[in-house]
């Protein structure tokens, strides 16, 4: 598949690496090409850096994984005719540009909303699905964990889009639970203030969850 990724970061090349792992076509987007020099160097031939709205027109899949505070006037220049009935792979969280509170993020959402909701209602012909927010960049791709498969919870309002996002977890290594449609984002979202408390406070990193049934 072409993945288009629009983001240049940590997360946006830690995925775009994954997908080339799996012998995807993809460009990532970005408002600085310069960015990803080195990481171009050693991606390999499917790999390419391309502006915002070129990545979306590529990708048959779009991962959105900019910060959260930008993520809405980047996917206006990804343009909405580009993400029109395609799968939108939300990283995102929507962290405020305040510090922890003793390890704890400060999020410019409320407990009743969520930044995928608002996206969702911004552009409502595409497929946001939320996935990938809820662990560090380092676990994203084949987390090992001696052998037992962590839990990736996802959401999103059409089935079809979840069903293409659960293969590629299965693929990187995930067990799915799938939480509904996109409201269960209000949930999903502040697992990454969770997730971050250990790393915040005593530099632990290296956690995921598991949903024990
Ligand atoms: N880091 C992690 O381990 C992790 C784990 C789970 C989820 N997440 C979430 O994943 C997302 C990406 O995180 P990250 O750590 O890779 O990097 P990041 O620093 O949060 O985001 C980098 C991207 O955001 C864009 N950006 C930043 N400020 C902008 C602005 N004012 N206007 C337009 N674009 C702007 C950058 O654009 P340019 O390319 O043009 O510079 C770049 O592509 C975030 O929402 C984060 O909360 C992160």
């Given amino acids: 598949m072409n993945i288009g990724i629009l983001g240049s970061g940590i997360v946006g090349q830690t995925l775009a690496n994954g997908f080339l792992k799996y012998g995807h076509q993809v460009k990532i987007g970005?408002?600085?090409?310069?960015?990803?020099?080195?990481?171009?160097?050693?991606?390999?031939?499917?790999?390419?850096?391309?502006?915002?709205?070129?990545?979306?027109?590529?990708?048959?899949?779009i991962v959105l994984a900019v910060k959260g505070t930008a993520a809405l006037a980047v996917l206006e220049k990804a343009g909405s005719n580009n993400l029109a009935n395609k799968t939108i792979i939300d990283a995102t969280n929507p962290i405020a540009e305040v510090p922890p509170v003793n390890g704890v993020l400060q999020f410019f959402t409320d407990i009743n909303s969520s930044l995928m909701e608002m996206l969702q209602s911004k552009f409502p012909s595409a497929n946001f699905v939320k996935a990938f927010s809820?662990?560090?960049?380092?676990?994203?791709?084949?987390?090992?964990?001696?052998?037992?498969?962590?839990?990736?919870?996802?959401?999103?309002?059409?089935?079809?889009?979840?069903?293409?996002?659960?293969?590629?977890?299965?693929?990187?290594?995930?067990?799915?639970?799938?939480?509904?449609?996109?409201?269960?984002?209000?949930?999903?979202?502040p697992l990454c203030i969770l997730w971050c408390i250990p790393g915040f406070r005593e530099n632990k990193w290296r956690h995921a969850f598991k949903l024990l049934k």
């Fill in 30 to 61: 970005t408002s600085d090409k310069g960015k990803l020099n080195d990481w171009l160097k050693n991606a390999g031939a499917g790999a390419s850096v391309v502006s915002f709205n070129d990545a979306a027109e590529f990708g048959d899949i």
């Fill in 134 to 189: 809820c662990v560090g960049n380092s676990l994203m791709v084949n987390p090992d964990f001696n052998g037992i498969k962590p839990t990736m919870f996802i959401a999103g309002n059409n089935i079809n889009a979840k069903a293409v996002v659960k293969e590629i977890l299965d693929n990187f290594g995930w067990d799915v639970e799938d939480m509904g449609t996109a409201e269960a984002a209000r949930a999903i979202e």
